[in-house]
């Protein structure tokens, strides 16, 4: 069966023309529409373009800037900022084409060609290297000891406290020399009455010798008043040795401070009876105290007599120490070496106590200085690591070697030198180099 339509159904072209032009000029419109920026990104426009440029972006804009630029004209506009966070991807333009006005935006931003790289550089530098490591240590005062009787007897006067602080010479304690006293006495007598004696022997023996020539010399006689002169001159020898041990003694009665410091123990009171080596006080000098740490064996290397550490306190000020002595001993279950070190200057370190704790701030390096490059700036490529070094607005490829990290920086050993400018941000897009546009 045929149908006939009448020609009242057929459409009208001037309706289908009507109907394109409204299609068209509406698409249009709110395709000029999304490719507005939001009031955020409005904000963000600085130089009023209706895009945002790679200097404006900042957070996930200036992460994923390449991959929402999707024309590649070095700005983003609404629509591809919309189609990147909502996942649809880049805006179709292919229905289209822009109102002239943006496209005059672009064309303005980015000209009639895709502008160069934007780059951060930063400057090769050549410095001491900062890095240190913390080793725990200990203080050990220089002087510190008890000090003991060298005689026996009773405690007569005991003058400090503990936590006095004392000079040198200073007289701590007093024993009882009454008895010692009486042994001096009877020391004296014991020598003059042996002088006396020597003297008489001395006194026969030089008769005897003027009497050679007579008759009367005996020969006999001569030689035995030689032999008793020779014993009293022994017996004045060993009295008067015994005389100065009871001297001695007499003066041990008195204990005095070897050094000055602090007494931090008292082992004994009035009236003690002490025997030869009992302990007295014991007495701290705690202005001469040094630093003992113990190193790792293979960081013995970077350290030598010159080395300036720090001590880390507790209020947290620094005092700096100056290595003394690497003593040539290891620890074979720790691997580690002790060194001494001992403080600059006396400020900060009176409060320190003998075997206390302390934390040790040491260089990691030497002294010398050594050139050093950003990590950001090196790229690892598969023939090598490589650096970019700009000049005026090129950018060339530089291969680089590399040594330890040093913080945020690398340890340049070959292929840069101090006061090149190296590109930290954006030279994972420039291939071999080229024209870059630099930004701060």
């Given at each position: 069966?045929?149908?006939?339509?009448?020609?009242?159904?057929?459409?009208?072209?001037?309706?289908?023309?009507?109907?394109?032009?409204?299609?068209?000029?509406?698409?249009?419109?709110?395709?000029?529409?999304?490719?507005?920026?939001?009031?955020?990104?409005?904000?963000?426009?600085?130089?009023?373009?209706?895009?945002?440029?790679?200097?404006?972006?900042?957070?996930?804009?200036?992460?994923?800037?390449?991959?929402?630029?999707?024309?590649?004209?070095?700005?983003?506009?609404?629509?591809?900022?919309?189609?990147?966070?909502?996942?649809?991807?880049?805006?179709?333009?292919?229905?289209?084409?822009?109102?002239?006005?943006?496209?005059?935006?672009?064309?303005?931003?980015?000209?009639?060609?895709?502008?160069?790289?934007?780059?951060?550089?930063?400057?090769?530098?050549?410095?001491?290297?900062?890095?240190?490591?913390?080793?725990?240590?200990?203080?050990?005062?220089?002087?510190?000891?008890?000090?003991?009787?060298?005689?026996?007897?009773?405690?007569?006067?005991?003058?400090?406290?503990?936590?006095?602080?004392?000079?040198?010479?200073?007289?701590?304690?007093?024993?009882?020399?009454?008895?010692?006293?009486?042994?001096?006495?009877?020391?004296?007598?014991?020598?003059?009455?042996?002088?006396?004696?020597?003297?008489?022997?001395?006194?026969?023996?030089?008769?005897?010798?003027?009497?050679?020539?007579?008759?009367?010399?005996?020969?006999?006689?001569?030689?035995?008043?030689?032999?008793?002169?020779?014993?009293?001159?022994?017996?004045?020898?060993?009295?008067?040795?015994?005389?100065?041990?009871?001297?001695?003694?007499?003066?041990?009665?008195?204990?005095?401070?070897?050094?000055?410091?602090?007494?931090?123990?008292?082992?004994?009171?009035k009236g003690t009876h002490v025997n030869t080596g009992s302990p007295i006080v014991t007495l701290i000098n705690d202005n001469k105290v040094e630093i003992e740490v113990d190193v790792p064996s293979f960081r013995i290397s970077s350290i030598?007599?010159t080395t300036v550490a720090n001590l880390l306190l507790d209020n947290g000020n620094k005092v700096p120490i100056q290595v003394r002595s690497i003593i040539p001993r290891e620890d074979l279950r720790t691997r580690t070496r002790p060194i001494?070190?001992?403080?600059?200057?006396?400020?900060?370190?009176?409060?320190?106590?003998?075997?206390?704790?302390?934390?040790?701030?040491?260089?990691?390096?030497?002294?010398?200085?050594?050139?050093?490059?950003?990590?950001?700036?090196?790229?690892?490529?598969?023939?090598?690591?490589?650096?970019?070094?700009?000049?005026?607005?090129?950018?060339?490829?530089?291969?680089?070697?590399?040594?330890?990290?040093?913080?945020?920086?690398?340890?340049?050993?070959?292929?840069?030198?101090?006061?090149?400018?190296?590109?930290?941000?954006?030279?994972?897009?420039?291939?071999?180099?080229?024209?870059?546009?630099?930004?701060?």
């Open positions: 069966m045929r149908i006939i339509r009448s020609p009242q159904s057929r459409p009208c072209p001037l309706i289908l023309f009507c109907f394109l032009l409204t299609f068209l000029t509406v698409t249009e419109t709110a395709y000029s529409q999304n490719r507005e920026l939001s009031e955020r990104g409005k904000a963000a426009d600085t130089n009023k373009d209706g895009l945002i440029q790679r200097s404006e972006a900042g957070g996930p804009l200036e992460a994923n800037f390449d991959d929402m630029d999707c024309d590649k004209n070095g700005g983003l506009d609404g629509a591809e900022i919309r189609g990147f966070f909502t996942g649809t991807g880049c805006p179709e333009k292919t229905a289209s084409k822009p109102d002239n006005k943006n496209k005059k935006k672009k064309t303005a931003s980015s000209g009639n060609r895709r502008p160069p790289p934007a780059v951060k550089l930063a400057t090769v530098v050549s410095e001491i290297a900062g890095e240190t490591y913390k080793v725990a240590g200990r203080v050990i005062a220089l002087q510190s000891g008890s000090l003991s009787t060298r005689v026996s007897g009773t405690i007569k006067r005991i003058s400090v406290e503990v936590g006095d602080r004392v000079t040198e010479g200073y007289i701590i304690a007093k024993l009882r020399d009454g008895r010692i006293r009486a042994d001096r006495k009877k020391a004296l007598a014991l020598l003059k009455r042996q002088q006396v004696a020597l003297k008489n022997a001395v006194r026969e023996l030089n008769r005897i010798k003027r009497l050679r020539k007579s008759a009367a010399y005996s020969r006999a006689r001569f030689e035995e008043l030689e032999g008793q002169v020779a014993e009293r001159r022994s017996q004045v020898s060993e009295v008067s040795a015994a005389l100065e041990r009871i001297e001695i003694d007499v003066r041990d009665t008195v204990i005095k401070a070897p050094f000055s410091g602090v007494i931090t123990q008292k082992h004994v009171e030598s007599s001494r070190l001992r403080p600059t200057t006396n400020e900060g370190v009176k409060y320190l106590a003998d075997n206390q704790a302390v934390l040790v701030e040491l260089p990691l390096t030497g002294s010398q200085p050594i050139v050093m490059v950003p990590k950001d700036a090196v790229i690892k490529r598969a023939n090598g690591n490589v650096a970019f070094v700009v000049k005026g607005e090129n950018a060339s490829m530089r291969s680089v070697r590399v040594g330890r990290g040093v913080g945020s920086n690398f340890e340049v050993l070959e292929g840069l030198k101090p006061g090149e400018n190296v590109v930290i941000r954006g030279n994972e897009r420039l291939g071999a180099g080229g024209q870059v546009r630099v930004v701060q």
